[in-house]
């Protein structure tokens, strides 16, 4: 690249002098002769010139030069001119492209193989190296001829007994033997238990106690089962269920019984005031021994609900009883109900209607 700018710069110098030349020539051949040199043209010639080949050529302005190119000025003019002052330094020029690299130089020769050098001294022993790895097991020799048979041993102790075989599979079943005798009958059984029938109101159940101390209205229920019937009157200690839904819950006792227990349950649903009086329930067992639909309380069949109801009564008191020890004869197809009711027994006489959900159970030997 310095080499380049060198020949360059020759160049543009060799350039230079010739169009000095040039121009001088032609301005002495301008000049008229008896011209006075102070009245000749003053002129400004301008040129641009290439940077890398110094290449120069002459153009109006500086700014015809082209990219590579650095421009350059000559004042022509006569003599005895007054020395103009400097020009401002005009702005340095872009830096050109960067050349493209020259070729490799060639590879200089390969150097001769010097002298070999004295032997050194032996140097120590070296350490043992580590032990090698075994070699492989060798073949096995032929086998030895058999020795002679020494004599018996004495006999060993018994071994201990080994673990119980499997099963076995069934044999075949046999053939049925001969009938045996008839055996002596056995005594009779223990009486048993007995039934128990449990019914319940399946809705709240309305029982009534009027003024003046005379009855009230009471509810029916199956002996067995789910229903009632309300507002049912008691008209001389008989209930006539003719024309009436208290047939429709009167059920037969299947075979001759035995009453031996009842027990009743009942739950309050309307809340109410008894200040000053109590009211007893009853549970009671009513039978029609003859086909008429008459029905009459049977005597002694009859449970009374603890605790009695006094005061103020919640929504969901909840009272009942048990009656045991009872010993009813009670025949084959006598037909049955269960009556419930509610009593003032102690305090003001006061008319009430009481509702709730009632349940009973028989016992029947």
């Given amino acids: ?26 301005g002495a051949a301008q000049a008229a002769p008896g011209t ?56 340095r020029g872009a830096t050109g492209a960067t050349g493209a690299a020259g070729p490799a130089g060639p590879a200089g020769a390969a150097g001769g193989i010097g002298p070999a050098g004295p032997a050194g001294a032996t140097g120590a022993t070296g350490a043992d190296g580590a032990a090698g790895a075994a070699g492989a097991t060798g073949a096995d020799g032929a086998a030895g001829a058999d020795g002679a048979t020494g004599s018996a041993g004495d006999i060993g102790p018994t071994g201990p007994t080994g673990p119980t075989g499997a099963t076995g599979p069934t044999g075949a079943t046999g053939a049925t033997g001969a009938a045996g005798l008839v055996g002596p009958t056995g ?12 019914s319940s109101s399946g809705q709240a159940a309305t029982t009534t106690t009027v003024l003046g101390g005379l009855t009230g209205t009471v509810a029916v229920l199956p002996i067995s089962g789910a229903g009632s019937v309300s507002g049912v009157s008691v008209v001389g200690n008989t209930i006539d269920a003719t024309n009436s839904a208290v047939a429709g819950l009167a059920q037969p ?4 019984r035995t009453l031996t227990g009842i027990d009743a349950y009942f739950t309050n649903t309307n809340a109410m005031s008894l200040v000053g009086s109590t009211i007893a329930l009853t549970a009671e067992l009513w039978t029609s021994s003859t086909p008429d639909n008459v029905f009459t309380p049977v005597p002694g069949a009859v449970c009374t609900l603890s605790p009695q109801l006094t005061a103020l009564v919640a929504t969901g008191t909840v009272t009942n009883c048990t009656t045991t020890g009872l010993s009813i004869p009670i025949t084959n197809q006598t037909q049955a109900i269960i009556v419930v009711r509610s009593t003032v027994v102690a305090g003001i006489d006061v008319a009430t209607n009481l509702q ?9 030997g």
């Fill in 356 to 364: 709730g959900y009632w349940s009973t159970g028989l016992s029947l």
């Fill in 253 to 256: 006792i299947s075979g001759d």
């Fill in 1 to 26: 690249m310095l080499g380049s700018r060198s020949r360059a710069t020759a160049s543009l110098s060799l350039a230079t002098l010739a169009l000095t030349a040039v121009l001088g020539t032609a």
């Fill in 187 to 198: 005594p009779a059984g223990s009486a048993g238990s007995g039934a128990m029938l449990s």
């Fill in 36 to 91: 006075p040199a102070a009245k000749q043209d003053r002129r400004v010639i301008r040129a641009c010139f290439d940077v890398d080949t110094g290449k120069i050529r002459v153009v109006r302005t500086f700014a015809d030069c082209r990219r590579g190119e650095d421009h350059i000025g000559w004042v022509r003019g006569g003599k005895n001119k007054l020395k103009g002052d400097p020009g401002k330094r005009g702005p």
